[in-house]
DNA sequence: CCACTGACGAGTG
DNA sequence: GCACTCGCCAGTG
């Protein structure tokens, strides 16, 4: 098994799978809680290379701008990322742009207060 | 080894 | 919002 090595890319599917549904995180985002910031460029790389099937929703990762980083390509993941969307009520508008207002995913660092100051 | 590219980002003007 | 620069790392020729 090639597991021997510390795969930078498995750090990178365990946080994208904790978006959750209905929400969306960016490239930039998902490196630093991976506690690798700044490599934003390696993560959308190790989406590139998960196969059919895979348990990791890719689709909820949007580059800094809000943008579906895969409307270049008319290729069957650009398709399927804006159907995955779609789905769970995430709003595309035509310029390929999600609204990070709106769907951001929230990582909570702090936990709420249950009585205010 | 070098140049270039790619599902990226932040800073500057 | 747009153009440009620099940083990041893996893969390819």
């Known amino acids: 098994m090639p597991a021997a090595s510390p795969s930078s890319y498995e750090r990178f599917y365990a946080i994208v799978r904790r978006i959750p549904r209905g929400r969306v995180s960016t490239y930039g ?9 700044g490599h934003a460029r390696q993560v959308g790389y190790a989406l ?6 895979s348990a990791v929703p890719w689709h909820r990762v949007v580059n800094a701008k809000g943008e579906l980083s895969l409307k ?21 508008d035509a310029g390929a742009r999600v609204s ?12 709420a207060r249950s009585a205010p100051d």
């Open 100 to 111: 990070l207002a709106r769907f951001g995913w929230r990582v909570r660092e702090r936990v």
């Open 72 to 92: 270049r390509a008319a290729s069957p993941s650009g398709v399927t990322q804006r159907l995955r969307l779609a789905r769970e009520g995430v709003v595309v």
């Open 29 to 37: 985002a998902v490196a630093r809680l991976a506690g690798l910031p």
């Open 48 to 53: 590139a290379a998960l196969r059919d099937g």
